[in-house]
């Protein structure tokens, strides 16, 4: 691509600008951050968060609920949570023009054991207990009273937000819709509206048949580099089969899941010199009803860009190298095999 243009995101109807001619190596996109050293991580304990009871741990290597000396991974409630449980739904308040409402959720983290192995660094079994782990606590939030939303996320890296430099991920069950979920919602009803079709399933269809920006396929997902990303290597999974619901693959599904998250994170990784990223899982809200037209997807945005008055004023950054070309430099880097340690 020689020349930058202005792209729109079929689903947000948002546009982006994607930078053309820049022909540089993606290692330049990383930002430099010092490595969070596992002397004084507060996740080395076997116990961790001692005072709460383990929320969810998978079966293996733990042979009872005394003895986790060899833990893979555990679920345990955020230590120092922002929200706080709650057996009832509190209501909005009102003052004149303002509404506000008590900050009640939950919060837990996920936490795999390995200090120096992020989930590019595991292997496809250990990824599978990291999705086990986010389904059975998902499956236990959404009957907690007044969850409207469950947000699982990853910071990989100090530039993504994550504060622990051990690897884990982050549940937050939440009372409310959050903004960006809200408007990936609300633009796949009105394309629903408009057309009687999944916008995702046309997007699915489109990049299949173009296969330009197709990092990888197995039988149940495809990893792509959207059309307009809104971040350079921006990467997102779907799965083929059009569902609305996270928490409903099939574990067949969840396996090929786990095997082509950990490669492409491995991918990124591996060709982006360890770039800091977050992902997210976009799936319907709790007590969603006929919400046929949402199709759950992974989204992976490394951080390439520290935002400025540009970024922040137009609420999006230029995308440096063209989702074509990300999607090629994905396709091509190679990656070993990984043994399992548990
Ligand atoms: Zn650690
Ligand atoms: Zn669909």
Redesign the pocket.
């Known amino acids: 691509m020689t020349e930058s243009e202005f792209r729109k995101d079929i689903v947000s109807g948002e546009w982006v600008l994607v930078a053309g001619g820049i022909k540089k190596k993606p290692n330049f996109l990383a930002i430099k951050k010092p490595k969070a050293s596992k002397r004084n991580c507060p996740f080395e304990e076997n116990r961790i968060n001692d005072e709460n009871p383990i929320l969810w741990t998978p079966k293996l290597g733990v042979k009872n609920s005394e003895d986790i000396s060899s833990w893979f991974l555990q679920v345990v409630p955020n230590k120092f949570p922002i929200l706080t449980p709650h057996n009832a739904c509190p209501l909005p308040e009102s003052n004149g023009p303002y509404q506000s409402m008590i900050g009640v959720g939950f919060q837990e983290v996920v936490i795999t054991r390995y200090h120096d192995r992020s989930l590019a660094l595991l292997s496809n079994e250990e990824v599978f207990l990291v999705l086990d782990a986010y389904i059975s606590r998902y499956r236990s939030l959404m009957k907690e009273a007044c969850v409207e939303y469950i947000l699982i996320f990853h910071n990989h890296g100090p530039t993504a937000g994550a504060t622990v430099g051990h690897p884990h991920s982050q549940i937050l069950a939440l009372p409310i819709v959050p903004l960006d979920v809200s408007r990936s919602l609300k633009g796949s009803e009105n394309y629903f509206k408009k057309y009687g079709k999944?916008a995702?399933?046309e997007v699915?269809k489109k990049e299949l048949k173009d296969k330009k920006r197709v990092i990888i396929k197995n039988e149940d997902f495809v990893v792509i580099a959207p059309f307009a990303s809104h971040v350079s290597f921006e990467t997102r999974i779907y799965p083929l089969r059009?569902g609305s619901n996270f928490e409903e693959v099939s574990s067949n599904e969840k396996k090929n899941l786990a095997k082509i998250m950990r490669e492409t994170l491995a991918k990124i990784r591996n060709s982006m010199n360890d770039s800091d990223y977050n992902f997210f899982i976009h799936t319907a809200p709790v007590r969603s009803k006929n919400f046929k037209h949402y199709?759950w997807h992974i989204e992976i945005l490394p951080r390439t860009n520290i935002w400025g008055g540009v970024e922040l004023g137009s609420g999006t950054e230029v995308v440096k190298i063209p989702p074509e070309e990300a999607a090629e430099i994905l396709r091509k880097t190679s990656l070993p095999v990984r043994q399992a340690k548990v």
Do not use: G
């Open positions: 999944c995702h399933c699915l059009h199709h």
